[in-house]
């Protein structure tokens, strides 16, 4: 495979995770949106709510297996235009019946489609023999920015949810399809449709990607508390007026995609496990110092360092899953624990919104601020799996064995 093919692969998947970015952001941001179009109760909302990243799940869970036939460019190509056109939907049905069933679309192709983008980012940085993968959830990121800013564009002018999405659908499609005539399936070459080996993943015991699925679970609860709770703990707990309640989350988006920007150069000189465990010890200090704010000012801090704490380990556990499968059953191997480990993502969505409001109901939400503290400080004991996978990309030894990696990502 060519230097240039590579390079179209890799520009072609980050604008991939940035367009997935803009659709996600325009959906969550517009629930409210959504709940008065259509009359959606307070009581029924958490189950149009959980339904999406359940239904994610599944969508995960059955990329896993479709991929042991064709490849995962393949599943991307046609989830990513499907998302997009659910999303659509949710903005102009007419009924109940049919935003449900435009939102069970909707997170049936995100499970699909982030499993088979995390898949390609994996299989490229192996090819490349150095850390990328936190440039794309970096594309990902500015995608939220970009997504978050037009929804609030169309809240603040009063917009229909259909004149709202409907240009960012009729722009983001047509690119989206164009860019996946350049994916790359590093491990196969160009795009191939043809049967990867049915069955060959399956030796990627569960034990075996235990702590990396429980660091996914652990960063996506910190990450679902900051998104769902940090308005109102600013507003509530630390009395700031209703304008400056909104700043940490954005705040908190800019770090992340500053952190994600810089990551990879991180991951190159220090290593994986260094990364790791220098981002739990960041995301448990934020969570530490918004729990024990004397102020507004205190909090926003907190929430600053948790946006560059957590936005590392997502990628790198995806990256260092990537590779254990790799190691136990090839290509075929590491696409199937991505799958798998992509579920987690949705777990910890699932269990961190509910769990923060719980503790705080029952004892106080500055108490409730402990458990996702205490949660990523554990991610800080599993850091050495990452090094054990061969995360570390920047020293010598790494970089002889990256070249022992040919450019179709099978060893020589």
């Known amino acids: 495979m060519t230097d240039t093919r590579m390079r179209q692969g890799r520009a072609a998947l980050a604008f991939s995770f940035l367009v997935q970015g803009v659709a996600f952001a325009l959906l969550v941001t517009r629930i409210p949106a959504i709940q008065d179009r259509y ?33 995962p460019s393949l599943v991307l190509r046609w989830a990513q235009p499907v998302v997009l056109l659910a999303l659509l939907a949710v903005g102009v049905g007419q009924g109940m019946i049919q935003v449900a069933l435009a939102l069970a679309v909707f997170g049936l192709a995100v499970g699909a489609l982030d499993a088979s983008m995390n898949m390609l980012g994996v299989s490229l940085q192996r090819a490349y023999g150095r850390s990328i993968m936190l440039g794309f959830h970096a594309a990902y990121s500015l995608g939220g920015i970009a997504g978050a800013s037009l929804a609030w564009l169309g809240a603040h002018g009063g917009w229909a949810l259909g004149v709202s999405y409907a240009p960012v659908v009729g722009v983001l499609l047509p690119l989206a399809l164009v860019g996946s005539r350049w994916y790359v399936d590093a491990a196969a070459g160009p795009v191939s449709e043809g049967p990867r080996g049915a069955g060959s993943g399956r030796g990627v015991a569960f034990a075996v990607l235990l702590p990396f699925c429980l660091v996914m679970s652990f960063a996506y609860i910190g990450d679902s508390t900051v998104s769902n709770w940090s308005a109102k703990y600013l507003q509530d707990v630390l009395g700031s007026s209703e304008q400056t309640a909104t700043v940490p989350y954005n705040v908190y988006m800019v770090m992340t995609l500053l952190g994600r920007t810089l ?36 909090g926003m801090a907190g929430f600053t360092l948790l946006g560059l704490g957590l936005c590392v380990l997502v990628p790198q556990t995806f990256a ?50 402990l458990v996702p503290m205490v949660l990523v400080l554990v ?15 920047g020293d010598g030894h790494e970089r002889a ?12």
Do not use: C, Q
Request: glycine content about 18%; charged content about 15%; cysteine-free.
């Open 401 to 412: 064995r990256a070249a022992d990696v040919g450019r179709d990502g099978h060893r020589l």
């Open 263 to 298: 990551g990879d150069l991180g991951v190159r000189r220090f290593g994986a496990a260094a990364v790791v465990r220098a981002g739990a010890v960041l995301a448990a200090a934020g969570f530490a110092l918004v729990a024990g704010a004397p102020g507004v000012a205190a």
């Open 39 to 71: 009359g959606i109760s307070d009581a029924l909302l958490p189950a149009f709510l959980a339904a999406v990243p359940v239904l994610a799940g599944v969508g995960s869970v059955v990329t896993e297996r479709v991929v042991r036939r064709v490849a």
């Open 379 to 393: 991610t800080v004991g599993y850091a050495r799996s990452f090094e054990g996978t061969g995360g570390r990309y």
């Open 320 to 369: 260092a899953a990537g590779r254990i499968g790799f190691e136990k059953g090839g290509p075929a191997g590491s696409d199937a624990a991505v799958a798998r480990l992509n579920v987690f993502n949705y777990v910890g969505f699932l269990v961190g919104s509910p769990l923060v409001g719980v503790i705080g109901d029952a004892w106080s939400y500055r108490g409730a601020m």
